[in-house]
């Protein structure tokens, strides 16, 4: 099994940027793919960012593309904010998939992923 523990969340302006991330432990070398959601007060959680545990393949939501970056180093994935907007304020969750599929498109079904985090709660002021 891996485990994911989530930091990097705060209070922020509109404009700021923000770096959050994820670190994985435990089975790693079983994961294929990691993810960032979001779940913002009366919403369902909602797809941000994945990227193949092995490669650099990734991809966004379109609310975000431009704006936000997901990268590893090790065992540690990043979310990387830019441009923040007050639409962004959510908890944000990492996750952890063993699930291999052929696409990155797999990966924007919160179902496709066994391990999350606790979330890390991000708030955006404009």
Known sequence: ???????????????DSLRLSCVASGRTYTTNAMAWFRQAPGN?????????????????????K??????????????QMNSLKPEDTAIYY????TLLY???NYYRSSQ???SWGQGTQVTVSS
Do not use: N
């Open 1 to 15: 099994q891996v485990h994911v523990v989530e930091s990097g969340g705060k209070s922020v302006q509109a404009g």
């Open 44 to 64: 369902q959680r909602e797809f941000v960012a994945s990227m193949r545990w092995r490669g650099t393949t990734t991809d966004y939501a379109d609310s975000v």
């Open 66 to 79: 431009g704006r936000f970056t997901i990268s590893r180093t090790g065992d540690t994935v990043s979310l």
């Open 94 to 97: 990492c996750a952890a998939s």
């Open 102 to 104: 052929p696409s990155t």
């Open 112 to 114: 496709k992923f066994e």
